[in-house]
Structure formats: structure tokens, C-alpha cells
């Protein structure tokens, strides 16, 4: 049995986060959650976890938090994950993604937390070799990317300078129940989803042939919510996920598959990223043990059928949108 230790989690009302939240419950850990809100919901919450609301860019906040606590772990899982936006968002981005991640890693050094579990993203890798691997050299292509990787560098040096224990995980394109179907900017799967419970036509950025390893939450959140009691996988960067990539064309035959649709396919102008990504798990799997992984069919029907529980969500256009220029016109539309 584990010891029980107080542990602060970062967007905890999140997709991935409150996931991570509910294993780490399971394993009945004192779990305090910081949240805004902004893309999370009030009934993704653990009941038996501490729900605080608020923006991890809040300093003041954040240092009332570790001083009223006694913090040993901290999970940080709150971003704005909006990767093709991030160019359009710039001032936005390295607010909430890179500031805000800055003002967490403070405090844990002042408090001297045992270990800072950080979720990045394969977007640090950019156009890169496939599989991409955690030995390559990261040159994102986007500011969401960059922040990321900004991040990684400054636990990093944190670790050096002053002992601060670290573990990242660079996810990728993660899906599933509780993923929240109302943002178009993100989440390609629920994007779809969404759009065919509206009744809308489908639509892609480009031809379709751009490929992603699509990866089922319940593969993901315990592998990060155990990571903590693995002496073996401090201070090291591991790449989580799905293996086998898809292209977007591919994708989208499935979810109408589930979803029992007919729906339109509507294709615009190609926007500006990756063409191709899809990263290497030997290193987790050498440290974390060969675990078997949710097939894409098996994934998505288990994701169509919590949001055909749920129905559709609302979409609404990112209200501080910082650069007009060459933002993709269906971006602008409000649908």
C-alpha cells in the first residue's frame, strides 16, 4: 500500500487531469486540484479530491497554495493545448503555458516538493524523423511547442540548480470520455464527433493524408498517475501514447463508422503544421513495463458512446485571438 501524500494537481477538471485525478484517488492520495475552468467542468471533479478555482498565472494563488499545504507532489496537467491556434495567440500562449507553468515550478522549489510530474506534448519535436524518439533534438514548429519545450529546459535546469525532481510526458493527440467536444480548435476525434451530433458537414484542414498515432486516455492517465513511486523514471522524459499512426482520412471513416453517420466531408485550405507525427515508446515501456494498449476502433467506440450519453456541446470562437492574419477563415466563423 502506498503511503498517502498530499498532491497538487493542475487542471484537474480537465480531460487528462481529472483521469489522472481519479487513479491517484484510487490510490487514496490526498488530491488537491487548481483549476480555472476555462477548459474543464465542474462534473469532471473527484468528489473525494479538494477543488480550488483558479489560474495557475495567479502567483499570489499559487504561493497561498503551497504555503497553506504541505505539498510532496505536484501534477501539471493545466495548459491550453490549442496547437494550431498558439500562432494566432502568442501573448496567450506563453501566459498560460510557459509563465503560469513558471509559477508553479517556483514554489515547488521553495517548498521542496519531492517530484514535478509535467505533461508536454510531441509538438516539441516538430518536423522531425519518425518514430520520433525522446533522444532527438526538439525544434518545435509552433508557440505551443515552444513553450512546451521551454518548460521541459527549465525543469532541467531546476533540477540542476537547485535538486527539483522531474518526470515529463510528451503525450500525443489523447482522446476518450470527458474530452471536451465544444473546442474546434483542438481534439480532432471530438471535433467530429461533435459536428456529426450538430448535424454538420465534416471538415479537414488540407488533403487528409497528414497521420497521428491516436491515443486512448485509459492508456495513458495511469501510466502518469503511477509514475511518482518509479524511482527509476525520475528525472527523465518519456514519450506515451498509441504506436500506430493513422491519417486524418483514416480517422474519419472510423468515427462515422461508430457514430452510424453519412455526414458531408468538407475540405479547407491547409493550415500550417506537421505533417506527420508519431513518437517511440521503448523508453517508457523499458521503464514502466509492456502494457497493452486500447485499439483505435476499440478507443472510439468507447469514446462515441459517452458522447452520444452526453450530446453535443456548444462551440463558441476564441475570444482573444491576438493576430487576424492568415487564421483560418472556418475559425472565424461562429458555428
Not at 5 to 27: R, Y
Request: aromatic letters at 10%.
Amino acid at each position: 500500500m502506498k503511503t498517502v501524500k498530499t498532491i497538487l494537481i493542475t487542471g484537474g477538471a480537465g480531460f487528462i487531469g481529472s483521469h489522472v485525478v481519479d487513479e491517484l484517488i484510487k490510490q487514496n492520495q490526498n488530491v488537491i486540484i487548481l483549476d480555472d475552468l476555462s477548459g474543464g467542468f465542474v462534473e469532471n471533479i473527484n468528489k473525494k479530491a479538494k477543488f480550488i478555482k483558479g489560474d495557475i498565472y495567479d502567483y499570489e494563488l499559487v504561493k497561498k497554495i503551497f504555503s497553506e499545504n504541505k505539498i510532496d507532489y505536484v501534477f501539471h496537467l493545466a495548459a491550453y493545448a490549442a496547437e494550431g491556434l498558439s500562432h494566432f495567440i502568442k501573448r496567450f500562449n506563453y501566459n498560460n503555458n510557459l509563465i503560469g507553468s513558471i509559477n508553479l515550478i517556483n514554489q515547488s522549489i521553495i517548498h521542496k516538493i519531492k517530484c514535478f510530474v509535467f505533461t508536454s506534448s510531441i509538438a516539441v519535436y516538430g518536423k522531425n524523423q519518425l518514430p520520433m524518439t525522446e533522444e532527438i533534438t526538439p525544434v518545435p514548429e509552433d508557440p505551443y511547442g515552444i513553450a512546451k519545450y521551454a518548460v521541459e529546459q527549465e525543469l532541467q535546469v531546476s533540477n540542476k540548480m537547485f535538486g527539483l525532481n522531474y518526470i515529463i510526458f510528451r503525450p500525443h493527440n489523447v482522446y476518450g470520455e470527458r474530452q471536451n467536444i465544444g473546442d474546434k480548435y483542438r481534439n480532432v476525434i471530438g471535433i467530429f464527433m461533435n459536428q456529426i451530433l450538430q448535424k454538420k458537414p465534416l471538415t479537414i484542414f488540407g488533403n487528409g493524408e497528414q497521420t497521428r498515432a491516436f491515443s486512448y486516455i485509459g492508456d495513458v492517465a495511469p501510466v502518469i498517475a503511477d509514475s511518482i513511486w518509479n524511482k527509476k523514471a525520475l528525472n527523465e522524459i518519456f514519450n506515451i501514447g498509441a504506436d500506430v499512426p493513422y491519417s486524418i482520412n483514416q480517422l474519419i471513416n472510423k468515427v462515422k463508422d461508430v457514430m452510424n453517420s453519412d455526414a458531408e466531408i468538407k475540405y479547407f485550405e491547409a493550415r500550417n503544421e506537421v505533417e506527420h507525427a508519431y513518437s517511440s515508446h521503448k523508453k517508457a515501456e523499458g521503464i514502466f513495463g509492456i502494457k497493452e494498449k486500447t485499439s483505435l476502433d476499440d478507443g472510439i467506440k468507447k469514446m462515441a458512446a459517452w458522447v452520444k450519453k452526453h450530446g453535443a456541446k456548444a462551440t463558441k470562437n476564441f475570444d482573444e485571438i491576438e493576430i487576424e492574419e492568415k487564421l483560418p477563415p472556418v475559425w472565424k466563423e461562429n458555428n
